[in-house]
């Protein structure tokens, strides 16, 4: 089984922090997605990656940065945290670009509470 | 704009009732749709995925359907249990946004015993 592993389940931050939500996923895929969940908004891809070091602008790409140094990590960095950023976090991974038969695979999610 | 859209937001059913969700989108032009399920507080469990060549896929008490040209598609559940009671969420991999998955809203399911 696919597991995608989100270092925290709860985080709390105060404004203007530098925020790194980490994913790590065990099956070697090549895709790794960071999303962010909100009531009433739904799932908004932030970045992705089709490969190490490589990363592309998803929907609401702003006031976040990526990093990709190993294929089976990918973090999310909050520059300056704002209160706007406060939200339920979820990584995903998937097995490559071509495969379009293989679904996502999720982690359990972050919470976090901005400050 | 492509969107992504699922009715009824909620849906209350008593135990052992077959049901339906569905979802509908914008473009035809998709490599596939997938069903999630959502725990309260957790992260996305995918049930079901159906590819753009197909018109269903079944996993046990679920069966989920594809009628591109419509662009629908639907969840059923069979002989629902209270263990079915969560969030349904539909994705869908459009051509022109290379893969990558535009989510409904969800149906958040609650079977009452």
């Known amino acids: 089984d696919v597991k995608v592993t989100q270092s925290s389940r709860y985080l709390v931050k105060r404004t203007g922090e530098k925020v790194f939500l980490e994913c790590v996923q065990d099956?070697?895929?090549?895709?790794m997605f960071w999303y962010r969940q909100d009531p009433g908004l739904g799932l908004r891809l932030i970045y992705f990656?089709?490969?190490?070091?490589?990363?592309e602008k998803g929907d609401i790409p702003e006031g976040y940065s990526v990093s990709r140094e190993k294929k089976e990590r990918f973090s999310l960095i909050l520059e300056s945290a704002s209160t706007n950023q406060t939200s339920m976090y979820l990584c995903?991974?998937?097995?490559?670009?071509?495969?379009?038969?293989?679904?996502?695979?999720f982690g359990d999610g972050t919470r976090l509470s901005i400050l | 704009k492509q969107e992504v859209t699922q009715i009824p937001a909620a849906l209350s059913v008593p135990e052992g009732e077959n049901l339906v969700l569905n979802c509908s989108f914008t473009?035809?032009?998709?490599?596939?749709l997938q069903w999630f399920r959502q725990d309260p507080g957790k992260g996305l469990t995918s049930l079901l995925l159906?590819?753009?060549?197909?018109r269903e896929q079944t996993s046990g008490r679920l069966n989920a359907s594809l009628d591109k040209s419509s662009g629908r598609s639907t969840l059923y559940i069979a002989a629902s249990q209270p263990g079915d009671s969560a969030t349904y969420l539909c994705?869908?991999?459009?051509?022109?946004?290379?893969?990558?998955?535009?989510f409904g809203q969800g149906t958040e399911l609650s079977v009452k015993p």
């Open positions: 995903a991974s998937s097995v490559e670009q071509g495969a379009l038969d293989q679904p996502q695979h």
């Open positions: 099956m070697d895929h090549e895709n």
């Open positions: 990656s089709y490969d190490v070091k490589m990363k």
């Open positions: 473009d035809s032009a998709i490599y596939n």
């Open positions: 159906i590819q753009s060549s197909q």
């Open positions: 994705a869908v991999a459009f051509y022109n946004q290379g893969g990558k998955l535009i």
